[in-house]
């Protein structure tokens, strides 16, 4: 499976005890949708590489232990840091006009008062606030991701319509 086809999941960061299990940390703002993986790709000499999970360990904020099927403890240590993609066809379904998930909204157009002002390009995860990272030509947005400034988005479309305090946008 080529990268293109896959949005990235987030990073083994380390080993979890003496028998080859890993943590995988989660980059994204909702873990849950992830607790129960099958699979994942590791991305390993600029190759995806599909690795079957054995057993899944609690969630633990962001963390998430796995154990690989017929990967042992120095196969393992050689898995550290490596890149974790899922296929795009795993992205969780939005459950209603709000709701999204943040990798399933990067490349979704950005309109106020019915006008484009740019495409998402990433959502930037901060321990106080959320934003919403959106360029246009050659200008920058941060829009912080609050429920009230979120009118609706149209996933078939893919847009974003925001409601956004007056000035917002000339900052």
Known sequence: MQKEQCFSLGKITKLHGYKGAVVLHIDSSTPQY???????L?????????FFVS???????????????????????????????????MLPEPEEDKGFYDKAIEG???????????????IIEQSAQNLFLIESDEVQHLIPVVEPFIQRID?????????????????
Do not use: C, W
């Open 34 to 40: 992830f607790k129960e993986l099958e699979s994942v």
């Open 108 to 122: 979704y157009t950005a309109f106020y008062n019915g006008q484009s002002f740019g495409s998402i390009v990433e």
């Open 55 to 89: 057993a899944i360990g609690a969630l633990n904020g962001k963390k998430l232990v796995l154990t690989f099927e017929d990967i042992g403890l120095e196969e393992a240590k050689r898995l550290v840091n490596s890149a974790a993609f899922l296929p795009m066809h």
């Open 155 to 171: 996933h078939k479309k893919k847009s974003i319509y925001f409601d956004l305090p007056e000035g917002l946008l000339d900052l």
């Open 42 to 50: 590791l991305e390993i000499n600029q190759e995806l590489v599909p």
